[in-house]
């Protein structure tokens, strides 16, 4: 079955850069279609998608945080790295991975059938 | 970007009640639109995709329909496990959430 789970620092002071690593099982990205995505939650708030990464190592990014964005994938060890610059405290919430149901070619966009637990993160001096 | 609404916010029901949660989208999404189910301090579940195409292992009595700019999550014979927050999203471009509908007691 498919899992993923996210790991990284709970707490991130203002203007310092945030990595998060997202574990999976259960599938490969190297398989072609297969996508894994990060999105976010303020607390109180909505999902907020942050990305998408593909098994050909194409990356979409939401247009309004992809100056901030970076993602990285290592199928050898079945991990997703996302890499954000600059936190703020608007940027405290819970971050999750998830992967991307394949359904159709439009890359940009997609829905999230598995979910890791979610990693919480702080930004705080 | 495609900005999404649902109403109401939130909704107050009873075991048993068929409820229903509309979900709007700002320009048209065909039928691009999934469904989720959340509670505290949990990750979203999948309910619906499609409009209206129930996830594996979703109990029968979700459902979704729409198309366009107009959706609805219904669920029929309310249980008390599904007091939780329901989220609309759009995935006809980047994806986008809606605010949320909070179901409770």
């Known amino acids: 079955q498919i899992t993923l789970k996210e790991s990284g620092p709970t707490l991130v002071e203002p203007a310092q850069t945030l990595t998060l690593t997202c574990t999976f099982s259960?599938?490969?990205?190297?398989?072609?279609?297969?996508?894994v995505g990060w999105i976010r939650q303020s607390p109180g708030r909505a999902p907020e998608w942050l990305v998408f990464?593909?098994?050909?190592?194409?990356?979409r990014y939401s247009p309004s945080l992809k100056n901030r964005l970076t993602i990285i994938k290592d199928t050898s060890k079945n991990q997703v790295v996302l890499i954000m610059t600059n936190m703020e405290p608007v940027d405290t919430g819970t971050y999750y991975c998830a992967h991307r149901r394949k359904y159709s070619n439009n890359w940009d966009a997609g829905f999230l059938d598995y979910w890791g637990q979610g990693a919480p993160v702080t930004v705080s001096s | 970007d495609i900005h999404m609404t649902q109403s109401p916010s939130t909704l107050s029901a009873s075991v048993g009640d068929r409820v229903i949660i509309t979900c709007r989208a700002s320009q048209t999404i065909s039928n691009w639109l999934a469904w989720y189910q959340q509670k505290p301090g949990k990750a979203p579940k999948l309910l619906i995709y499609?409009?209206?195409s129930l996830e594996s292992g979703v109990p029968s009595r979700f459902s979704g329909s729409g198309s366009g700019t107009e959706f609805t999550l219904t669920i029929s014979g309310l249980q008390p496990d599904d007091f939780a927050t329901y989220y609309c999203?759009?995935?006809?471009?980047?994806?986008?959430f809606g605010p949320g509908t909070k179901v409770d007691i």
């Open positions: 499609e409009a209206s």
């Open positions: 990464i593909y098994w050909d190592d194409d990356k």
């Open positions: 259960g599938f490969s990205l190297t398989t072609s279609g297969v996508g």
């Open positions: 999203q759009q995935y006809n471009t980047y994806p986008s």
